[in-house]
Nanobody
Framework: QVQLVESGGGLVQAGGSLRLSCAAS????????MGWYRQAPGKERELVAR???????NYADSVKGRFTISGDNAKNTVYLQMNSLKPEDTAVYFC?????????????????WGQGTQVTVSS
């Protein structure tokens, strides 16, 4: 059973930095891509950043130049370095992955979510 385990959230002052980590484990045939979404109270969940195993990335306009996503393919882990944090970055951050799972010897693609980690930026 595939699991995504997140860590690194917390409380930080505006202008500060945090680093989120997400490790995928269990029954993985191959990983297609991993990324981070966030959801603030009363708002829809939105994409923050995404990275493929080939290293291609995309970012939400609101975080470009401040956040950096990176991955360690050997560890099935993705990181989100968040700098120059703003109060509007406050949200629950969710790790997400598209993963091929071995089913009877064949890969099938599934979508997985982590449990979420709270990031709070105080002004």
């Amino acid at each position: 059973q595939v699991q995504l385990v997140e860590s690194g959230g917390g409380l930080v002052q505006a202008g500060g930095s945090l680093r989120l980590s997400c490790a995928a484990s269990g029954g993985i045939f191959s990983i297609i891509d991993m990324g981070w979404y966030r959801q603030a109270p009363g708002k829809e969940r939105e994409l923050v950043a995404r990275i493929t195993t080939g290293g291609s990335t995309n970012y939400a306009d609101s975080v470009k130049g401040r956040f950096t996503i990176s991955g360690d393919n050997a560890k099935n882990t993705v990181y989100l370095q968040m700098n120059s944090l703003k109060p509007e970055d406050t949200a629950v951050y969710f790790c997400h992955a598209h993963i091929n799972v071995d089913v009877a010897g064949r890969p099938y693609e599934y979508s997985y979510w982590g449990q979420g980690t709270q990031v709070t930026v105080s002004s």
